[in-house]
């Protein structure tokens, strides 16, 4: 049998009176690659914290292995003072490396995520994306026993998250248990063993056998000008993402065209279009 490493036992979760996770069961063991899903506000930020034990539970247990090595990304880093190589260097001290060995890792991890020109520009200069690196660095430099991450792929160019899946991968397969939470099918795919839903409080295991078949196209518009996307074309949309005037979509293959012509329509110009079937 894997090893258990932590679970969460008839877990439930209030703020104040509101009631968010409702009666949650979940194993976590050494295999574990593990995808949280669900609407906006279903508690998947919440839940993640409850099994990284970073939060209070209100009701229901948690039990977890001895000495557990627990990583986390948070969704929204914070925009402090430090440059990277500061945070890094002395949150890689304190996690007990020496420092030798910190400046050899961060300089691998820094050229891996090609943020090499960025070490020393205060954290709160950077970008949502480069920002988002840091944190993934900062988890990575003693690989942890239990990975979790919070909407990983937001605010990161096209480059950096082939990157990142990859790195996330690299480590399932050195032995990681991996949880995530994220909005994109195609995330689950690339990342997840199981996945799972919020809904209603309560935690619904989702088939991934008709996901796995599901293909999608990448699309880089060009606009005038950001604006909103038609609230029904959207729900045909995986991922939408603006750079300025330039628009990044991820779409299931089977909607390519709808999505394709409504917004040549709208005047959006197409830019480059490739398939994703990684
Ligand atoms: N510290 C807090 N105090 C009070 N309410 C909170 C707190 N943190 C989260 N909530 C509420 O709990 C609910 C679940 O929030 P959570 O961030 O876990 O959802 P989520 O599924 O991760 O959402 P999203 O997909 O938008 O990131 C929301 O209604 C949120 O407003």
């Known amino acids: 049998m894997d090893t258990i490493l932590i679970s969460l036992h008839s877990i439930s979760k209030y703020f104040g009176k509101k009631l968010i996770l409702n009666d949650i069961n979940l194993t ?59 945070f890094i260097n002395s949150t890689g001290l304190i996690g007990g490396l020496a420092p030798k060995q910190v400046t050899t890792r961060m300089t691998e991890l820094f050229q891996a995520f090609q943020m090499e020109d960025m070490g020393a520009v205060p954290i709160k200069h950077l970008s949502k994306g480069t920002i988002q690196k840091v944190a993934v660095i900062q988890a990575l430099l003693t690989p942890p026993d239990v990975l979790l991450l919070d909407e990983p792929l937001s605010g990161q160019d096209i480059q950096a998250q082939k990157l990142f899946i990859r790195m996330v991968q690299k480590l399932h397969q050195q032995g990681v248990a991996t949880i995530m939470s994220c909005h994109e099918r195609f995330l689950v795919k690339q990342l997840a063993h199981s996945a799972y839903e919020l809904l209603d409080h309560q935690l619904i295991p989702m088939d991934l056998s008709g996901l796995k078949e599901i293909k999608y196209d990448l699309m880089i518009f060009e606009a005038l000008a950001k604006s909103a996307i038609d609230p029904a074309l959207q729900t045909l949309i995986e991922q939408a993402e603006w750079d300025h005037n330039r628009l990044k979509l991820i779409v299931p293959r089977d909607q390519s065209d709808v999505v394709l012509k409504e917004l040549l329509k709208q005047e959006f110009k197409l830019r480059t279009m490739e398939g994703i079937s990684q």
């Open 28 to 86: 976590i063991t050494k295999k574990s690659a593990l995808a949280l899903m669900g609407p906006n506000g279903s508690g998947k930020s919440t839940l993640l914290k409850l099994i990284g034990g970073l939060s209070k539970i209100s009701s229901g247990s948690r039990d977890s292995a001895p000495q557990l090595k627990i990583a986390y990304i948070p969704e929204n880093f914070p925009k402090i003072d430090l440059t990277p190589e500061e």
